[in-house]
């Protein structure tokens, strides 16, 4: 073997040794500007309960839309309002996301909300109902059986309840009915939108893409935003050769925490100076143990409660002093507080302290 082709085979093996993680899909970073998922919503009722929904006699709006939805089918129930006392129906409210390019005809998934008091919509069946957009206009009609998947039982002294009973899913239950029109390829000059906005990133996709396509086609508007010309091209023919192309992401050193419940994240370009820590607790525990003081039976007198109390205190006396060095990464970090014993509660009050310090490299986030 030459010594060209071994240091071929030496650059491939150093190529395949990059971990492949560190660069993603530009379409999964990315959406393209004007092209988005529209929110539907209506109201409608579910029918087929077993004795589960709705009470008439409360829920006024439940009663109109039955009569109402009875009146359209030819029946009269007008004049016996009061005799109107079934459980198996109940008023919900309907929701969806009409994705873009959502042809009519195609099928999309609603969730289904119980509106009044009904404490279980499983078994039931949602009846035609429009789904409107923020414009007024009619874009799907959903109906079909209801899935909750939750179990909810009880008896006279008990109940079980797993899930939520009064929301479902209905997969594929509206029709699209009406299209939102979006000429892809009659706009030449089109905008890619970050998901995460980042100066870096940004100007990586647009080398990436003027690499793929072999010109000045992209370039960086803001952290959030690439422009691309693609006049005189195959705009969704060069629309999917884009997306599919790998960057690898940037993101700043932010540190989020969340004190009401302990969370603590980090990301991987979080650093710190060099700082001594000690971190101790002061735990007072006190045991009150009553005891009974009982007279000797020739002695006369009466039994007499004698308080017994028990102190502890934990002052945390073989903690030590740990250093973490500067521009530790984010494993090392992790390693040194855990070799100090400290939990994610402590972390909090390290972090903060560690900030306020101006050893923290990092954005800290609270939440």
Do not use: W
Not at 250 to 265: R, Y
Not at 296 to 304: F, I
Request: glycine share 10%.
């Amino acid at each position: 073997m030459t010594i060209t082709a071994r240091i071929l085979c030496l650059a491939a093996a150093l190529l395949a040794a990059v971990p492949a993680a560190a660069q993603v899909r530009i379409k999964d970073i990315a959406d393209l500007e004007g092209v988005r998922r529209n929110q539907l919503v209506g109201y409608g009722l579910v029918v087929g309960l077993n004795g589960t929904g709705d009470k008439l006699d409360s829920a006024v709006f439940t009663r109109e839309s039955l009569v109402a939805m009875l009146e359209r089918l030819g029946v009269n129930t007008r004049d016996q309002l009061g005799k109107l006392s079934t459980k198996n129906a109940a008023a919900v409210m309907v929701t969806a996301e009409l994705p873009g390019f959502a042809r009519s005809g195609s099928r999309i998934d609603v969730g289904i909300s119980a509106l009044g008091d009904a404490t279980n919509l499983t078994g039931g069946t949602l009846l035609v109902t429009p789904l409107l957009a923020a414009d007024g206009q009619v874009y799907a009609v959903a109906q079909g059986a209801l899935s909750t998947g939750a179990i909810a039982a009880k008896g006279n002294a008990g109940s079980v309840t797993r899930g939520v009973p009064t929301a479902g899913r209905i997969a594929n239950g509206a029709t699209v009915e009406r299209e939102v029109q979006y000429a892809l390829g009659a706009h030449p000059s089109l905008h890619l939108a970050l998901r995460n906005p980042d100066l870096t990133t940004a100007g990586r996709m647009a080398d990436a893409i003027n690499a793929s396509l072999g010109g000045g086609f992209a370039r960086a508007l803001d952290p959030g935003t690439v422009q691309l010309e693609l006049a005189g091209r195959d705009v969704v023919g060069t629309l999917a050769r884009i997306e599919d192309l790998r960057v690898e992401p940037d993101s700043p050193a932010v540190v989020i925490v969340e004190e009401a419940s302990g969370t603590v994240v980090m990301g991987a370009n979080v650093r710190i100076s060099t700082v001594a820590i000690a971190q101790g607790n002061l735990t007072i525990r006190v045991t009150e143990t009553p005891e009974v003081s009982q007279p000797n039976a020739l002695a006369g007198g009466s039994s007499v409660k004698v308080d017994r109390t028990n102190l502890q205190i934990d002052d945390s006396h073989d903690r030590k002093l740990g250093i973490v060095r500067a521009n530790v990464t984010l494993r090392d970090l992790v390693a040194s507080l855990n070799a100090l014993g400290v939990g994610p509660r402590d972390l909090i009050s390290i972090l903060q302290s560690i900030k306020a310090a101006g050893a923290l490299q990092a954005d800290l986030q609270l939440r």
